[in-house]
Every structure is written in C-alpha cells, then in structure tokens.
C-alpha cells in the first residue's frame, strides 16, 4: 500500500470527509516534516508508514470532538495535532505554540508552504501567553500531565470552553489528581487505524 493510500483508508475508517485538497496537504506535510526531521529532530517517527498512523491518522482521530471556532494546540512540537486539524477544518483558527524556536520554525515554514491561512504559530512558554481573546478548545498531545496541562493553560480557555488531552491509556491516576475547578466532562476511546496502541481523548471542563 502506498502512503496516499493508507492515508485514503485511515480518512475512511476514522468516518471523515475532508475538505477538497486537503489530502494532498495532509502528504505534503507529513513530506516537510520528514525533510526537517533530518535536520532537526522534530519526531521520533520516521518511518512513513508509521508517520500515517502515528501523526496524521491520530491528530485526525481527534477532529469530531471540537466546538467552537477558535483553538489553542499546546506544545505543538511539529505541528501535531494542530497542523491537521487546521487541514482537515479551515473553518477554525487554529494557534499552535511551543516553546522552542527552532520547532516554530519549522510551523511558519508549513505555514507558508501548505498556505494555511487558518493558522497561527507562537513562539514560547504558554504559561506567560496573554492573547487578545481566550480559546473555545485547547488541546495537547504528549505535553504534559493533566494537572499541570489545566494549571498552565487555564487563563487561556473561555468559561464556556473545554480542554481535549490525547492521551494512550486511560490516565486514572492523572484524573484523580485534577484540581477542583475541573472536571472530566466525557472520555472518548479512539480507534487509530494503523495504531495496536490504546489511544483515549479525555474532555475535560472549568467547574
Ligand atoms: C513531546 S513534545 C510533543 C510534540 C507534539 N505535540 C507531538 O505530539 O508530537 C512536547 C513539546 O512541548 C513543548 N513545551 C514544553 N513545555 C512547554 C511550555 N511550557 N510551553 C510551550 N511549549 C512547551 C516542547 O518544546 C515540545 O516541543
């Protein structure tokens, strides 16, 4: 199976239908990221195969739980799962923020090369980030715990908003951790087409 393939039958699988174009921006992504990777490290995944599942198929996995117009993608590191969520839904602005300039270096270049008006990429730590308007959703992947992903961000989220934490096994303890103006509101276990992993996305709200 070729990647563009296995990328057609992980869109399929996962129930969605995206937006015309975006596939072929989905593949050129997942190219850029390969080129960076040789020089910058930016993932451990290398293998295009496992890039399909891994990154895209995973970040995509993620796409029916938002609400909203506007999100926040916290430690976004190489755009995940923020640059294909901006792809698969141009009708949300999308921010993704890391603290590492060379990592926003990489967003601004994908930015420009796979015109993502939708998008916007901020260099440093979130916890100082003091935006103009709050965000409906904010999510992560492999950022942090839940305690300090609320604690960080939480002058970040509208009080109507909700945080999405993509997350591999069911973080019980992490949970049972959470400060008392939070609380999980719904927790989704994922199926990953390509991925044996267990994947959860926990939903979690201000009290
Ligand atoms: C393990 S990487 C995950 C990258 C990406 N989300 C993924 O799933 O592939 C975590 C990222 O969080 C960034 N980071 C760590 N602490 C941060 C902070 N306080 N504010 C913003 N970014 C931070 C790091 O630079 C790194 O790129």
Redesign the pocket.
């Known amino acids: 199976m070729t990647v563009e393939q296995q990328l057609t039958a992980g869109i399929a699988a996962l129930g969605l239908t995206l937006p015309e174009g975006a596939k072929a921006k989905l593949l050129a992504y997942l190219a850029l990221l390969g080129k960076w990777n040789r020089v910058h490290n930016?993932?451990a995944v290398r293998d295009a195969e496992r890039m399909v599942s891994h990154?895209l198929l995973d970040?995509l996995a993620a796409v029916p739980f938002f609400q909203g117009e506007t999100v926040l993608?916290?430690?976004?590191?190489?755009?995940?799962?923020?640059i294909p969520l901006a792809i698969a839904r141009p009708d949300l602005q999308v921010t993704l923020?890391?603290?590492?300039a060379k990592?926003t270096a990489f967003l601004l270049q994908a930015k420009a090369e796979l015109v993502l008006s939708n998008l916007n990429v901020i260099t440093?730590?979130?916890?100082?980030?003091q935006p103009n308007a709050r965000f409906d959703v904010i999510i992560?992947?492999?950022?942090?715990d839940l305690k300090e992903f609320v604690t960080?961000t939480r002058h970040l989220l509208k009080p109507t908003g909700r945080w999405l934490a993509?997350k591999g096994l069911m973080p019980h303890e992490e949970i049972a951790l959470l400060p008392d103006w939070v609380k999980v509101s719904a927790n989704h276990a994922l199926v990953v087409p390509g991925l044996e992993v267990s994947r959860h996305l926990i939903v979690l709200e201000p009290v």
């Open positions: 930016l993932t990154h970040s993608d916290v430690g976004s590191g190489g755009g995940l799962p923020g923020i890391d603290s590492v990592k440093g730590r979130v916890e100082d980030y992560s992947r492999a950022f942090s960080l993509m």
